[in-house]
Nanobody, 126 residues
Framework: QVQLVESGGGLVQAGGSLRLSCVASGGTFSRYSMGWFLQAPGKEREFVGGVNLSGGSTYYAESVRGRFTISRDNAKNTVYLQMNSLKPEDTAVYYC???????????????????WGQGTQVTVSS
């Protein structure tokens, strides 16, 4: 059983930056592809981006590409979401999630993420 704990959320002005962290415990972190999701008020949870096992490859939703960067440190069991040029529409609860995969080239679909953190609130003021 993998436990995930996010931190780093808060209130920031438009154009600012935040870095979210997600620390994993209870499993072998390097066996899990990691993803970030967001859920805005009244909307469904949506995918932000993901990183593969080694951290060598990432992919992003179109809405955040070029502004957000995902990285991981397998020695620290931590995945990060660096968010730059934040917009009011980025306001949401952000979740990290883990999916067990067996290759650095495996990219999980949304429903394949088995473990989720409790979320951290990000609020971007205009």
């Amino acid at each position: 059983q993998v436990q995930l704990v996010e931190s780093g959320g808060g209130l920031v002005q438009a154009g600012g930056s935040l870095r979210l962290s997600c620390v994993a415990s209870g499993g072998t972190f390097s066996r899990y592809s990691m993803g970030w999701f967001l859920q805005a008020p009244g909307k469904e949870r949506e995918f932000v981006g993901g990183v593969n096992l080694s951290g060598g490859s990432t992919y992003y939703a179109e809405s955040v590409r070029g502004r957000f960067t995902i990285s991981r440190d397998n020695a620290k069991n931590t995945v990060y979401l660096q968010m730059n040029s934040l917009k009011p529409e980025d306001t949401a609860v952000y979740y990290c999630a883990a999916a067990r995969v067996y290759s650095d080239n495996d990219w999980p679909l949304g429903f394949q993420y088995d473990y989720w953190g409790q979320g951290t609130q990000v609020t971007v003021s205009s």
